[in-house]
C-alpha cells in the first residue's frame, strides 16, 4: 500500500509549484492511475514520491518511507522514462550489472528476459532497442528484485496497440498476486479500462480521486461545462426540461459555481438559461479532464467518445422512449446497445479491460523458502511477509469485477500472463555487492579495453620517438614521458578511467531508480577505487613491459635495460598512476562529470605543483636534513623486520613536488567527497 501525504514541489521562481499539496492512496491488489494532461504534475509527484526530487510531503511504502527501508530496490521496483543504461551494454548485461547491485542471483537476469519476452535479444546492445523493447526491457528491471510495489511513469507511451495489452496484462498480474501498481497517463480511456482506482491532476493538485466505474461515469463521458452565480436553480430547471422532454440528461454540481450537464448541448443549456434570466459565465463543450473542446483531444467527436467509454447513467426520471432513442443513438454511433437502469455505473471499458490481457497461463506460484536471518515465508497468496491483506482492506478491493476476477480462480485469472518465479534474496557481505556491480559495470563496455589499447600504443609509440630524438633520461624513456607532457600517457589513462568509473553514473544513472540520482556511497565508492586501483596497476604493467619490448625491439638491448634504482623507479611509477586513478575517481563523483574528473587529474601537474614546488623551494628557516635517517631511529624498535625501508620510500616519495601535489589534490577530494555525500545523508 502506497500512502502520499501533501507532497508539494519547491517553488519554481514565479511559477507555482508543480505539485501541491497531493495525497492519496495505492491500495495493495489494486491498479492505480495518476491522469493528468502534460504539465499536470504526474512525474514530478513520483519523483517527490521517490525521493529523487526536493520538496515537502512524505509517502510510506507499507507504512515506512523510502529512506527507511534497508534496500529500497527490494521494495519499490520503478519506471521513469527509459531504461537509463549505457548505450552500448547488452541486455543481459545490464540486467546482470542490477543483480549485483541489488544483491540478487544473476541467473535472475535470465528469468525476467524469459517472462518479459527479450531472450532473443539478450544479447543486443540498449541503442538498438526499439520503443516497445525497451519499455519491456523497462519492466525487465523493476521486476528484477520480486519488488511487491511498481511505481511506472506514464508506461505504455509510445507502444502500440498490442504491445499496451501486453503491459496491461502484465500488471494486471502483479496485482493479482497482491502486488501494488501505482502508474500515470495522459488519456483518459486508458485509465478507465486499466486502472481501479483514477486520481486525476490538474496543474500540480487532486481534482478527483473516484473508483474506475465512478470515473467512467462521471469524468469521462463528453458534457457542457456551465459557470454561473445561480448554479442551484439553473440545475434544477434543466432537470425539469429533461422531465418534460423525456431526455437523458445528468446534472452534476462541482465544486463552486460550476454545473457539469451530460447529455445536452451548449445550445440548450444557454436558451434555458437566457429564458429565465440566468448569466451564464462559461459556457463550453469538455471531453474527460482534458480541458476545453478547443484543446487536441477536442476534435473527437461525442459520438466517438460514446462508443469508446461507459454508457451514460440515466437522468432523475428515465423513460422507455428515451432508453428506445439513447439506444438508437448508441447503435448509430457503433457503441453499445444495451441499456442500463438509472443509477447504475456499468463502464464497457471495464469489460474489456479483462479481455485485452495476454492469454498465456499464470505459473503456478511455489512457496518460497527462507534462506536468510529474518526473512519471512511467502506463499502464492501473498509474495511478501507483510503483502497478505487484512479483512477490510480485502473487502474494499473487491467493489470492482475485475478484483472479484482477480481474486477468484476464474478462468479471468488464468488468462494473465505469467510473472517471474518468487525468489529468496539472500543479502551477500556489503563489501562483495558493490564489487561485483563495479566489475560487471567496467566489463560491460568496451571503453575501458579501449582506453588502455589507445594508451598502450600512444605510451610505445612515444617511447620510440623519444628514444630517437635523445637527450631523454631512461626512466622517463620507459614510461613514454616528454618533457612537454605535464602526465605520462600511462597516468593520463589511468586518469580517465577512473573517471569514467563515477562519470558513467552520472551520464547513465542505471542505480537512479533505486536511491536517487547521486549514487556517492561510501561502499560504492570503495569498490570503484580497489577496481580502479587494480586496472591502473595493470595499466603501469603493460605500458613498461611494452615500452621497453618496443625499444628492444628497434633499438637492442642498450636501451632496455633496468636501471639499477628500478625498485624506488617502480614505486614512484606505480604511485603516480594509481594517484591519478584515484583522482580522476573522486573528482568525477564530486564533480558528477568525466570531463571534470579528467581535468581534475590533468590540473595537478599544472596548477598544484608549480605552488608546492614554490612553497617547499622558498626561503625558510628550518630544514629537513636528515630527515630519514630519525625516521629509521624512531621506527627501528617498532618494526625490526626491515619496514622502515617502506616508511622512508613513502616518505621520499611524497617529499616529491608531483607526489606532495597529488597527495594534497587527493587529500582534499576525498574531504569533500565524504563532505558531501555525509550533508547529503543528513538532509
Not at 393 to 409: F, L
Amino acid at each position: 500500500m502506497i500512502q502520499a501525504i501533501g507532497l508539494t514541489s519547491d517553488p519554481r521562481k514565479d511559477l507555482p509549484p508543480a505539485a501541491d499539496d497531493v495525497s492519496f492512496e495505492a491500495r495493495a491488489g489494486r491498479v492505480t492511475a495518476l491522469l493528468g494532461g502534460p504539465g499536470a504534475g504526474k512525474t514530478t509527484v513520483l519523483r517527490l514520491m521517490l525521493e529523487l526530487q526536493r520538496g515537502r510531503g512524505v509517502t510510506y511504502f507499507r507504512g515506512r518511507p523510502l529512506h527507511r527501508i534497508a534496500h529500497p530496490s527490494r521494495e519499490v521496483g520503478v519506471l521513469l522514462g527509459d531504461v537509463p543504461g549505457h548505450p552500448a551494454r547488452t541486455v543481459r548485461g545490464h540486467l546482470r550489472m542490477l543483480c549485483a547491485a541489488a544483491g540478487v542471483p544473476a541467473r535472475r537476469a535470465d528469468e525476467v528476459l524469459e517472462v518479459v519476452g527479450l531472450v532473443s535479444l539478450r544479447d543486443e546492445r540498449l541503442s538498438s532497442l526499439s520503443r516497445g523493447m525497451d519499455r519491456r526491457l523497462g519492466l525487465a528491471c523493476a521486476l528484477l528484485t520480486d519488488p511487491h510495489t511498481l511505481v511506472l511513469d506514464d508506461p505504455t507511451s509510445g507502444l502500440s496497440t498490442r504491445e499496451k495489452r501486453w503491459m496491461h496484462g502484465m500488471l494486471r498480474a502483479h496485482v493479482a498476486h497482491g502486488g501494488t501498481v501505482l502508474l500515470t497517463t495522459p488519456d483518459p480511456k486508458e485509465a478507465a479500462r486499466t486502472a481501479d482506482q483514477v486520481v486525476t491532476l490538474e496543474r500540480g493538485r487532486v481534482v478527483a480521486d473516484q473508483e474506475a466505474a465512478d470515473f467512467a461515469r462521471t469524468r469521462l463521458r463528453p458534457r457542457v461545462a456551465v459557470r454561473t452565480p445561480h448554479a442551484p436553480r439553473l440545475a434544477t430547471l434543466l432537470t425539469k426540461e429533461a422531465r418534460a422532454t423525456h431526455r437523458s440528461v445528468e446534472v452534476v454540481r462541482e465544486s463552486g459555481n460550476r454545473l457539469s450537464v451530460y447529455g445536452s448541448t451548449c445550445a440548450d443549456v444557454g436558451e434555458t438559461a437566457f429564458r429565465n434570466g440566468i448569466p451564464v459565465h462559461q459556457l463550453a463543450d469538455e471531453v474527460g479532464d482534458m480541458g476545453p473542446r478547443a484543446s487536441t483531444t477536442a476534435d473527437r467527436s461525442a459520438d466517438e467518445a460514446r462508443a469508446d467509454v461507459a454508457p451514460q447513467r440515466k437522468a432523475a426520471v428515465s423513460r422507455p422512449e428515451g432508453s428506445r432513442e439513447q439506444a438508437a443513438t448508441r447503435a448509430r454511433s457503433g457503441g453499445p446497445t444495451r441499456t442500463t437502469d438509472a443509477g447504475t455505473a456499468t463502464s464497457s471499458a471495464t469489460e474489456s479491460a479483462t479481455s485485452s490481457t495476454a492469454s498465456t497461463p499464470v505459473r503456478k506460484r511455489r512457496q518460497r523458502s527462507v534462506t536468510a536471518p529474518g526473512t519471512e515465508a511467502r506463499t502464492p497468496q501473498a509474495r511478501s511477509g507483510d503483502r497478505q491483506r487484512t479483512e477490510p482492506e480485502a473487502e474494499a478491493s473487491d467493489t470492482t469485477p475485475r478484483r472479484r476476477a482477480a481474486d477468484a480462480p476464474s478462468a479471468e485469472l488464468d488468462a494473465l500472463p505469467e510473472l517471474p518465479p518468487p525468489i529468496s534474496v539472500r543479502p551477500a557481505p556489503s563489501p562483495l555487492r558493490p564489487l561485483r556491480y563495479e566489475l560487471r559495470r567496467a566489463a560491460g563496455v568496451g571503453t575501458g579495453f579501449v582506453t588502455c589499447g589507445a594508451v598502450l600504443l600512444v605510451s610505445a609509440v612515444t617511447a620510440v620517438l623519444l628514444a630517437r630524438v635523445g637527450h631523454t633520461p631512461r626512466p622517463r624513456l620507459m614510461a613514454g614521458w616528454p618533457q612537454q607532457l605535464p602526465l605520462p600517457p600511462a597516468a593520463l589513462g589511468a586518469g580517465l578511467l577512473g573517471a569514467l568509473a563515477f562519470g558513467d553514473e552520472f551520464r547513465h544513472p542505471a542505480l537512479a531508480a533505486d536511491r536517487g540520482t547521486v549514487p556517492r556511497r561510501l561502499g560504492l565508492l570503495a569498490a570503484k577505487l580497489l577496481v580502479t586501483t587494480a586496472t591502473a596497476l595493470l595499466l603501469a604493467v603493460l605500458t613498461l613491459g611494452c615500452d621497453i619490448e618496443m625499444l628492444y625491439l628497434v633499438y637492442g638491448r642498450e636501451l632496455a635495460e633496468v636501471p639499477s634504482d628500478w625498485l624506488s623507479l617502480t614505486a614512484s611509477w606505480f604511485g603516480l598512476v594509481v594517484g591519478c586513478a584515484w583522482a580522476g575517481v573522486l573528482a568525477a563523483g564530486l564533480f558528477r562529470s568525466t570531463t571534470a574528473g579528467l581535468a581534475a587529474v590533468v590540473a595537478v601537474p599544472v596548477a598544484v605543483v608549480p605552488v608546492v614546488q614554490k612553497i617547499v623551494e622558498g626561503p625558510s628557516v628550518r630544514t629537513t636534513a636528515g630527515f630519514p635517517l630519525r625516521i629509521r631511529e624512531l621506527l627501528l624498535n617498532q618494526w625490526p623486520f626491515g619496514g622502515e625501508r617502506y616508511v622512508e620510500a613513502a616518505a621520499r616519495l611524497i617529499a616529491q613536488p608531483v607526489g606532495g601535489a597529488l597527495t594534497l589534490s587527493l587529500a582534499a577530494l576525498l574531504g569533500a567527497f565524504f563532505f558531501t555525500t555525509l550533508r547529503g545523508k543528513v538532509r
